[in-house]
């Protein structure tokens, strides 16, 4: 069974371009979860979806920041326009059960998509 | 605001070493806590995980980690380490109550692991 893949695995733009990052959930995961690293700092959330809609969007940085998920598969998260503050490192997890991480306990994490804002 | 520290940035250790590696959290209510680690190259995999019940618990490739109310710490442990475990790990809370997915992080601790 294939895992949570991501795309690209890095990416190098100039401040003010758009980045577009992909993610594809491990199969039949209804639960999708973006995380961002920056460099030093902790793994923080983003956002999740539950199949295409959003179910909390509390730690998205601010409007420049826009993910979708159409027909509930595969994610994207585009940076428009990306400032130097966005270098990071972008995870993508999903997770099956709709009960949450509580009761499952596992989210699958892909390997990060790497951002580099000059 | 809930958090979670890891004090050590970077721990070396020598292959069959005892290891210890710190977590502590600040929250109110008992949370619920995880142990990530990031091989390089690799995407973050689940090592253990404390809900409720037995303080002790045990984990994958030979990890345990002991939940400890009084000093709201989740201390991650393995008696004998290999070079194979050299990797970043990451102690994580899920608050009750909170958005399912939402886990809060530390800031990491790399291991290496010298022959």
């Known amino acids: 069974e294939a895992g949570v893949t991501q795309f690209p695995s890095h990416s190098v733009i100039e401040k003010g371009q758009t980045v577009t990052l992909r993610c594809d959930p491990i199969?039949?995961?209804?639960?999708l979860y973006w995380y961002r690293r920056v460099m030093g700092k902790e793994i923080k959330f983003l956002l999740h979806?539950?199949?295409?809609?959003?179910?909390?969007e509390s730690g998205m940085p601010n409007n420049r920041f826009l993910a979708e998920r159409t027909g509930g598969t595969y994610s994207t998260l585009k940076v428009q326009p990306a400032e130097l503050e966005d270098s990071g490192v972008y995870f993508c997890?999903?997770?099956?059960?709709?009960?949450?991480?509580?009761?499952?306990?596992?989210?699958?994490f892909g390997e990060g998509s790497r951002l580099t804002v000059l | 605001a809930q958090s979670v520290t890891q004090p050590d940035i970077h721990i070396t250790v020598s292959e069959g070493a005892s290891l210890e590696l710190r977590c502590n959290y600040s929250?109110?209510?008992?949370?619920?806590l995880f142990w990530y680690v990031q091989s390089p190259g690799q995407g973050l995999q689940l090592l253990l995980k404390?809900?409720?019940?037995?303080?002790l618990v045990q984990g994958i490739k030979g990890f345990e980690a002991e939940f400890k109310r009084s000093q709201s710490s989740f201390n991650l442990r393995k008696p004998s380490v290999h070079w194979s475990d050299a990797a970043e790990y990451f102690c994580?809370?899920?608050?009750?109550?909170?958005?399912?997915?939402?886990?809060?992080f530390g800031k990491g601790t790399k291991l290496s692991v010298k022959p």
């Open positions: 929250y109110g209510a008992t949370p619920y």
């Open positions: 979806f539950v199949k295409e809609s959003k179910q909390d």
């Open positions: 199969s039949g995961h209804d639960n």
């Open positions: 997890a999903s997770s099956q059960d709709s009960a949450g991480v509580q009761n499952t306990g596992e989210l699958f």
């Open positions: 404390y809900f409720s019940g037995d303080t």
């Open positions: 994580a809370v899920a608050p009750y109550g909170g958005s399912q997915g939402n886990l809060i």
